[in-house]
C-alpha cells in the first residue's frame, strides 16, 4: 500500500484558482469514487473539505471542488484567499477495507 | 457537537506497547466507524486502523502485525495498542469518526491530536 502522490507544494496569488493533483492507482483513486480531501493548518488536526470525489460537507465555501480523472484525483480552490495558505492531503478507499494518504501538499498564498 | 479526545503517555520506550484512549463525548459512539490516523513530525498523514462499533475492525498492512484496535461502547471509548514500538512510531496521534455515507470512507471529526515520543 504506497502513499497516493501529491505535489510538495504549489502556490497562487488572492483571487487566482490553484489545482492540486493526487495521483494514484487503480487498486485506489481509479478504483472507488471515495476520495476526500482535508486542510490542515499548522499544529491544528485536518478538516474535511472534500468526500466522495466532489462533495462539500456544510460549512465549506463553494470556493473548493473536487474531481477525478482515472487514477488521478484534484482539488481546485478558486477565488484563493489568504486564509487558504495551508497542508492539504488527499485521502482514498485502498480496497480491503483499507484507507491511503496522499504525502501532502503546502499551499502557498503569494 | 460530537467531540473526540484522545489520551495517550506521551513517552514509551522502545519495544513497549503503546495504549491509547479515544473518547467520545456529546454523541454516541454507536453506528458509526472510528479511525486512528497518524502524523509523525514535519511528515504526512498515514491511516492506522479503523473499528465499527460492532467490533469489526480494519488494519494498515504494514502495521498490522502491531496492532490492536478495540471498542467499549458502555464508557464511550474505543483504544488502540501498537506493540514493540520504535523510533518511526513517534508521532502525532489522531482518532476520527467516519463519515455516515455509503462509503463511511471521509473522516469529518477529529480529536485535537496526542503527542507521542517513543525514546528510552
Known amino acids: 500500500q504506497s502513499a497516493l502522490t501529491q505535489p510538495r507544494s504549489v502556490s497562487g496569488s488572492p483571487g487566482q484558482s490553484v489545482t492540486i493533483s493526487c495521483t494514484g492507482s487503480?487498486?485506489?483513486?481509479?478504483?472507488?469514487?471515495?476520495v476526500s480531501w482535508y486542510q490542515q493548518h499548522p499544529g491544528k488536526a485536518p478538516k474535511l473539505i472534500i468526500y466522495?470525489?466532489?462533495k462539500r460537507p456544510s460549512g465549506v465555501p463553494d470556493r473548493f471542488s473536487g474531481s477525478k480523472s482515472a487514477n488521478t484525483a484534484s482539488l481546485t480552490i478558486s477565488g484563493l484567499q489568504v486564509e487558504d495558505e495551508s497542508d492539504y492531503y488527499c485521502?482514498?478507499?485502498?480496497?480491503?477495507?483499507?484507507?491511503?494518504f496522499g504525502g501532502g501538499t503546502q499551499l502557498t498564498v503569494l | 457537537q460530537v467531540q473526540l479526545q484522545e489520551s495517550g503517555p506521551g513517552l514509551v520506550k522502545p519495544s513497549e506497547t503503546l495504549s491509547l484512549i479515544c473518547t467520545v463525548s456529546?454523541?454516541?459512539?454507536?453506528?458509526?466507524?472510528w479511525s486512528w490516523i497518524r502524523q509523525p513530525p514535519g511528515k504526512g498523514l498515514e491511516w492506522v486502523a479503523f473499528?465499527?462499533?460492532?467490533?469489526?475492525?480494519s488494519y494498515n498492512p504494514s502495521l498490522k502485525s502491531r496492532l490492536t484496535i478495540s471498542i467499549d461502547t458502555s464508557v464511550n471509548q474505543f483504544f488502540l495498542n501498537v506493540r514493540s514500538v520504535t523510533a518511526a512510531d513517534t508521532a502525532i496521534y489522531y482518532c476520527?469518526?467516519?463519515?455516515?455515507?455509503?462509503?463511511?470512507?471521509?473522516?469529518?471529526?477529529w480529536g485535537p491530536g496526542t503527542v507521542v515520543t517513543v525514546s528510552s
Open positions: 476520527a469518526r467516519h463519515m455516515d455515507t455509503p462509503g463511511n470512507e471521509a473522516f469529518d471529526i
Open positions: 456529546g454523541g454516541s459512539i454507536n453506528g458509526y466507524y
Open positions: 473499528i465499527y462499533y460492532s467490533g469489526r475492525t
Open positions: 487503480s487498486s485506489d483513486v481509479g478504483g472507488y469514487n471515495y
Open positions: 466522495d470525489v466532489d
Open positions: 485521502c482514498s478507499y485502498a480496497g480491503r477495507s483499507t484507507r491511503v
